[in-house]
């Protein structure tokens, strides 16, 4: 059998679908469930939801909504310009501009579906192409553009369906010794994380560097060097060139990261059966923790309404009844409600003072958060989270 299911995490609703009220008609759901592909090795979603769905003119989520992004982003547009010298780049996913902004020196070009974040980047003077990434597209952009020295591409290649058109389509616009970089959340630190959240709609799949390999044995594409990275909770930076490009050699540490793929049973069904069993251990302690706290009538507040977050919500049945409002700092999601668990949603002023307990939904971002709440945990306000483990901090 070449797909296993081996965790259903039951109904979803779109993560990017804030809504405009708490009783909504008609919301969408659909299953989640995933599965191992034990050819590749890959991990997906059992199903997908369709891209016009998810990725519209209505996208809420803006790269530059945190410091730690912004700040990585332009660390690594430095690194680039610095050590390949680059005289073009594309970015596939180039969301509100936050990357692809530190290239105005050089010819820039995002790659952007959602219309209303594209209108961000036009607006900036980027080329955007508000499109899906396809090989018609990219052939497009290469006839009127040239190829690449750079194709760069965070958070978006596990949004897309269609792994072998996705791949093509980056050789097509590929320079024959350019680099496409791919960042995207690493399946080795969500499975020892726990963080069962890097799973929803949008990411069809979580890679591991063993299913990426495996994925383009058939492209003129091989992995270089491997970069690993603490950004949304443990994230691959892999760094891929063509087959027939001899500039650069294949860097033992991407072979290291191999074996310790390998060492940790990421090709093995048996390993997903034990994170499935974990996944169920912690969604029972979490609520646990949450029906403590709200025996004795303390407000719970949910800090950053991540899309991740709604996985947490929606599977462990986390509604207002024990999440009284969430604050976020992303003004699209203002005066908004979750998705499927309806929780309010308000605009980040500091957390008030008669809230004690706070649920990290953006807890990949623990470092930046503690930092500037720095107040309420003098005062003795504590923060929940499920990451590794459900527990208060
Ligand atoms: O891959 C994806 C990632 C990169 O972005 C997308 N599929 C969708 C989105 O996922 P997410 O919502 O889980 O991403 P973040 O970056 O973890 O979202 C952080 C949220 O928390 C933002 O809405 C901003 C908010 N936030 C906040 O309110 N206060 C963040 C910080 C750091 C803060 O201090």
Known sequence: MSKIEFLNLGKHPI?????????PKNEFFYNLKLIYHSNTKLISLGKFVSPKKMFNNKYAHRASASKTMRLAYKKLAKAILKKYKPSSILEIG???????????????????????????????????????????LAKKIAKENGEFDIIYSANTISHIHNLRETFNAIEICLKKNGIFILEDPSLLETIKKN?????????????????LKNLIKKN?????????????????????????????????????????????????????????????????????????????????????ATYKSSTVLNYCGLKSNFIDYFLDTTPTKFGKFTPGSRIPIYKYKGIPRNVKYAYLGAWNFKDEIFKKEREFLKRGGKFITHVPRPRII
């Open 195 to 211: 963080s069962y959240d890097q799973f929803y709609d949008e990411h069809s799949y979580v890679f591991s560097l063993t299913a």
């Open 94 to 136: 180039s969301n509100d501009g936050c990357f692809i902004q530190h290239f105005k020196k050089i010819k820039n070009i995002g790659v952007e579906p959602c219309k209303n974040l594209a209108e961000i980047t036009k607006k900036m003077n980027i080329k955007t192409y508000d499109k899906f990434w396809t090989k018609k």
């Open 15 to 23: 993560t990017n679908n804030y809504l405009s009220s708490s009783t």
């Open 220 to 304: 003129n594409l091989e992995i270089f060097k491997v970069e690993k990275l603490k950004t949304h909770g443990g994230s691959n930076r892999v760094f891929f060139k063509k087959k027939t490009n001899k500039k650069f050699k294949i860097y033992n540490i991407f072979i290291k990261y191999l074996i310790d793929e390998k060492k940790n049973g990421i090709d093995k069904i048996s390993t997903y059966k034990k994170f499935s069993k974990n996944v169920k251990r912690s969604k029972k302690e979490l609520l646990k923790i949450f029906e403590k706290i709200k025996k004795n009538k303390e407000i719970i507040i949910g800090y950053g």
